[in-house]
């Protein structure tokens, strides 16, 4: 952990009430959040962790139910990402900061066996942000993933692996010691990137090693469902009802 006291303080932002309301719909829903829980957020310096972040200190002030936050970030060791900034932010916040870097880049081209980089990316610094949250006595990870990720996760896993399902909102890793949260699972990508924008966060440019010049099937169906959204525009209200039940743990956290 980084554990220097801030040299300024820094006041969280308050998030507009329509993305409150989202993340608050979510967690309550699917009971994201306990009394007592010590909940870490995996924090990539990108719109959509940063926004979470500030909506997680939001919640911490005003909710009944008390929790403790803190945030940790993965390092992939890529000359793209540099996260510099967020150290003296979360200090300046308050929050408990952890940094881990490990070279996932380098592993990735000596150790992937027919997955994807994305795949194989995610799954490695979810095993970090798991044993970090292990070795510090906190029992939820939450991450930023939001109903766009969702969609995008449901259509390529149909298309390319012939399977029905999507990112889960709330499930116990398979170690059975860390809950996982995504409390955006409501809202759109649109929301964090305004709220970014208009609060001016200090948003890491390049922020998932994946896009650092490698083509991805995900970027695909991004640019598919932004067209189709076009002309239908309900379209994520209903794939969020067809998704719902993917959505919830086959066994109850």
């Keep these: 952990m980084i ?7 820094i006041l969280p932002v308050k998030p507009p009430r329509s993305l409150l309301s989202a ?19 995996g924090i990539s310096g990108g719109k959509d962790s940063l926004s ?5 200190l939001d919640l911490q002030k005003r909710a009944p139910v008390k929790f403790e936050l803190a945030a940790c970030t993965v390092d992939p060791q890529s000359p793209d990402y540099d996260p510099g900034v967020l150290k003296p932010y979360l200090a300046g916040l308050g929050v408990p900061y952890f940094f881990e870097s490990q070279p996932v880049l380098e592993e990735a081209k000596r150790n992937m066996d027919g997955d994807s980089f994305c795949a ?16 510090n006595g906190y029992n939820v990870l939450a991450l930023a993933q939001h109903l766009d990720d969702l969609a995008e996760t449901f ?40 709220f970014a924008k208009h609060a001016a966060l200090p948003v890491v440019s390049e922020n998932c ?24 525009p309900k ?19």
């Design 3 to 9: 554990p220097e006291p801030a040299s300024n303080a």
């Design 23 to 41: 993340s608050g719909k979510a967690i309550g829903d699917f009971a994201m959040i306990r009394p007592g829980d010590r909940i870490l957020l």
């Design 52 to 56: 979470l972040l500030h909506v997680l």
């Design 120 to 135: 194989y990316c995610s799954r490695m610094r979810r095993g970090i942000l798991y044993r970090v949250a292990r070795e």
């Design 155 to 194: 259509f390529m896993s149909a298309f390319f692996g012939g399977k029905l399902r999507t990112m889960q909102a709330h499930y116990t890793n398979d170690a059975g010691d860390v809950r996982v949260i995504r409390p955006f699972v409501y809202v759109r990508e649109r929301q964090t990137a305004d």
């Design 209 to 232: 090693p994946a896009c650092f010049a490698m083509p991805m099937q995900r970027q695909s169906m991004k640019l598919m469902l932004a067209e189709q959204e076009k002309s239908h």
């Design 235 to 253: 379209l994520f209200a209903s794939l969020l009802t067809a998704m719902r039940p993917l959505m919830q743990a086959t066994t109850t956290p």
